[in-house]
């Protein structure tokens, strides 16, 4: 069963406005983490922002934020004044009990000058 | 700053040969963690690494893989007789906690 569905493979924006990428989850246990990570064409993993599932306030790390929605299980990342090198796969990723993590399929953004 | 480096960054190897992959985890991290990501798709999880012992594995992490860490700095990957599905990104990641995660820069897997 897919844990972690990103329904957007590719998204546009224009530079300096906000872009939302959606993700949802699937999980029945009480005690979970959401990360999301960025990709370049160069292919590192770039860490950018945790959500737990007993936060109360949506994580926010610089221009990065997570609209974290428990009981409808989302977790979409919002890029504000979005920049050329902001151009990247994002991968929304779950933590589980147990240490294990899963992935969704990605979300390819553009962003246009 | 401290990173996480992965040796070597491209491998090329045979059907049937072994492969060590190397990691060099940030120095006060507890938790590794091998993924590997086939050309063009998403990134899988392998398998994690906590207290000298494995934590978790994936369905992927079958009889073929194993993962060391021999000597308190390197963390090792093993895949013994390599198949061709095999050829992937392989990323080592590590974290002081779990609400962070740290990737090398990955070493690149090509089985012929």
């Known amino acids: 069963a897919q844990k972690i569905t990103q329904t957007q493979p590719g998204m546009f924006v224009q530079e300096k406005e906000a872009v939302t990428l959606d993700c949802t989850y699937d999980t029945s246990d009480q005690s979970y983490g959401l990360f999301w990570y960025k990709q370049p064409s160069s292919g590192e993993m770039i860490f950018l922002i945790y959500q737990g599932s007993y936060d109360e306030q949506n994580a926010t790390e610089g221009r990065y934020s997570l609209n974290f929605q428990k009981a409808r299980k989302s977790a979409n990342l919002v890029i504000s004044a979005s920049q050329l090198g902001d151009s990247a796969m994002y991968f929304c990723?779950?933590?589980?009990?147990?240490?294990?993590?899963?992935f969704g399929t990605g979300t390819s953004l553009t962003v246009i000058p | 700053e401290p990173e996480v480096t992965q040796t070597p960054s491209h491998q090329v190897t045979q059907m049937g040969q072994e492969v060590i992959l190397r990691c060099v985890p940030i120095?006060?991290?507890?938790?590794f963690y091998w993924y590997r990501q086939i050309l063009g798709q998403k990134v899988e999880f392998l398998v994690s690494f906590y207290n000298n012992e494995i934590s978790e594995k994936s369905e992927i992490f079958d009889d073929q893989f194993s993962v060391e860490r021999p000597d308190g700095s390197n963390f090792t990957l093993k895949i013994r007789s390599t198949k061709l599905e095999d050829s992937a990104m392989y990323f080592c990641?590590?974290?002081?906690?779990?609400?962070?995660?740290?990737f090398g820069p990955g070493t690149r897997l090509t089985v012929l």
């Open positions: 990641a590590s974290s002081e906690r779990r609400n962070e995660q740290f």
């Open positions: 120095s006060n991290h507890l938790y």
């Open positions: 990723a779950m933590l589980k009990t147990g240490n294990q993590f899963y």
